[in-house]
């Protein structure tokens, strides 16, 4: 299924993209999308029920925004240089075991919302990546099969990144990346049984109708499962959980100088195959 949640920010509506690509209100259904309905097996099923039987009603698109796929995020855990050649694009080593940030809930927006250049930004970044969403409370995982099974699903995520925020200002990656407006995500919560293979995707994005990243997630260092597998030995995961999975090649960091770093009026596309397509256009904060 491809779950999705519509209309102004804060006053979303749970709606579901059906095969035909009509978009279907779930409002008579289930309340939100959120960790609660993913750990509802049985509710997940009535909306798959109800999809098969043509009930839902149809929803006029015209005006109508995306907002994020996934209300009440708990948390956004980020794994960094999770791809073999983002790694070797940024100069640095593979890492050993998987190197972990965090981004604020409170960064989400949706897909095609406007993302803010922060004041005094002059390094602000792209990142296209898969977004992972936990649909079962994991704890202390044995194997990377069982980090797949608590997947409920997958989405787009942008992880805006601010790189003189995150590298250059002493501390941790945290600076440069909690900015407002830095996760766009979605437009769908696609649910992990449509995903036949996660370390089988492309990843592409965009600024200005320029080609900047264009990769596959066969280069992750950390494949999916493994990374849920690990990150549960360290913190639980909750149902509605975030992992954005890292990126590929092709961000402005690792271009030659003078980098390309994002300005207001800038528009960056990026989508995932299966999974969706975002744009935004850049603003100043």
């Known amino acids: ?13 749970p709606a579901l993209l059906d095969a035909e690509g009509t978009l279907r209100d779930l409002s008579g259904l289930v309340a939100d999308i959120d960790g609660a309905l993913l750990a509802d097996e049985a509710a997940l099923g009535r909306i798959r029920a109800a999809a098969d039987t043509g009930e839902l009603l149809a929803l006029d698109e015209a005006g ?4 994020p796929p996934v209300a009440r995020i708990g948390k956004i855990v ?9 790694a070797r694009e940024t100069g640095a080593e593979p890492p050993s075991e998987p ?6 809930a409170d960064t989400v927006v949706g897909p095609e919302d406007t993302v803010l250049v922060p004041r005094g930004s002059v390094k ?12 079962r409370a994991a704890r202390y995982l044995e194997s990377a099969e069982d980090g797949l ?23 941790t990656w945290d600076k440069g990346k909690n900015c407002e ?76 100088e003078p980098k390309p770093y994002l300005r207001a009026g800038d528009v960056v596309e990026l989508e995932i195959g299966g ?10 904060a």
């Not at 995520?157 to 790189?163: K, N, P, Q």
């Open 1 to 13: 299924m491809k779950l999705l949640r519509v209309g102004a920010p804060g006053r979303e509506r």
């Open 64 to 67: 109508l925004r995306i907002g």
């Open 149 to 171: 099974a608590h997947v409920a699903g997958y989405a787009v995520a942008h992880d805006v990144s601010e790189r003189e925020f995150q590298i250059e200002r002493g501390g």
């Open 99 to 104: 190197v972990i940030f965090f981004k604020a």
């Open 275 to 284: 999974l969706g397509r975002q744009r935004q256009v850049f603003a100043d």
């Open 181 to 256: 407006t830095f996760n766009p995500l979605g437009p769908w919560l696609v649910t992990a049984d449509e995903v036949a293979d996660p370390q089988d995707l492309s990843l592409r994005l965009w600024v200005n109708g320029e080609l900047k990243q264009d990769g596959t997630t066969a280069e992750q260092i950390f494949p999916v499962g493994e990374v849920v597998r690990y990150v549960s030995h360290f913190m639980t995961l909750y149902p509605g959980d975030v992992i954005n999975t890292g990126t590929p090649a092709g961000v402005a960091m690792g271009r030659p």
């Open 78 to 86: 980020c794994i960094g240089l999770n791809y073999h050649d983002h």
């Open 124 to 135: 602000t970044d792209w990142e296209v990546e898969l977004a992972v969403v936990i649909g």
